[in-house]
């Protein structure tokens, strides 16, 4: 039972049109078209805009946390693999190697992501759930997530920001004028890219 794996990248996040208050995270195939939705909570997708914007935040985050720890411990993240879906629910391990032992971890798929994007670990998929779960092509253009980019930047914007912003309060508060003035130049970036 050896099943073809794809590689896949992360190619957007956006708002839900299907669930209030989710995102989905696109993935798409390295080297090809097809791309497979998957629909995260709130706290992944920042996780992984935070990542993929390259924000450091004051204090470590759980994924940031979870990646140092593993660092410290030398287990390195070799790769994730999406291996089942189940109503809509994609289920993945993490595949990590410690010393000579190889580990295989069962995870939620949005945290497998946001883990693979710290630790730039490859992201695998089971070709045959890549096929039944792609988005179609329509007319030789992927469509569902056209327009998607003001959901981004609203994603952005609101989770983002907010945590940028409480960041910079917490530097004043402690005087850390320096931080703070970093923290203010990226929220204005920010900002100015909306």
């Given at each position: ?47 992984m805009v ?22 410290v ?24 190697k ?7 971890i ?48 609203e994603?952005?914007q609101?989770?983002?920001i ?33």
């Amino acid at each position: 039972m050896n099943k073809k794996k794809i590689e896949l990248q992360v190619l957007n996040i956006s708002n839900s049109q299907a669930q209030a208050g989710a995102y989905a995270l696109v993935l798409g195939e390295v080297g090809g078209e097809r791309q497979l939705p998957i629909i995260i909570g709130a706290t992944e997708a920042q996780a992984m805009v935070i990542e993929m914007k390259g924000i450091v935040p004051p204090r470590p985050l759980t994924h940031n946390l979870f990646a140092s720890v593993l660092e410290v411990l030398g287990v390195k993240l070799m790769r994730i693999l999406i291996y089942k879906v189940d109503n809509g629910v994609f289920y993945s391990y993490l595949y990590m190697k410690a010393e000579e032992t190889i580990l295989r971890i069962d995870a939620r798929t949005s945290d497998a992501v946001a883990l693979a994007l710290r630790m730039n670990a490859p992201i695998f998929v089971y070709e045959d759930i890549l096929e039944a779960e792609c988005l179609k092509t329509v007319e030789g253009s992927i469509d569902p997530m056209e327009g998607s980019e003001p959901d981004k930047d609203e994603l952005l914007q609101e989770d983002t920001i907010g945590i940028l912003k409480t960041a910079l309060q917490k530097a004043v508060d402690e005087e850390d004028y320096e931080r703070a003035a970093q923290l203010r130049d990226q929220i204005n970036q920010l900002k100015n890219n909306l």
